[in-house]
């Protein structure tokens, strides 16, 4: 699902350029961008939504490993409570599930 979002470091000035990208992915809780500019794994993000005056603050968690077509993939957490995307997502398949035993086989 691509949304439309600018970022910025968290510890950016505040006459700083935040970048325009878009997302690859989206999950409950963060997604995956591809950016021109390069953010460390741990980097700390604002994060605001293009078209509504939706914001966030998020943690880069995954980096592409190199660059493609100029520009890197950067996969990241959503550090508020969930509901950012505005997005009923499906219900978690990794909890509760009675068929998957904690204890091992």
Known sequence: MRV???ISPTNAPGTADWE???TLVVSLHGGMIRSRKRFPKGTDLHIRMRDKQRFT?????????G???????????ILDPPGFWEITFPEDRWSG???????GS
């Open 4 to 6: 439309p979002l600018y």
């Open 97 to 103: 599930d009675p068929h998957v035993s904690s204890k």
């Open 57 to 65: 603050r998020g943690r880069v968690v995954w980096e592409a490993a």
């Open 67 to 77: 660059a493609k077509d100029l520009a890197f993939e950067i996969g990241f957490e």
């Open 20 to 22: 325009p990208v878009e």
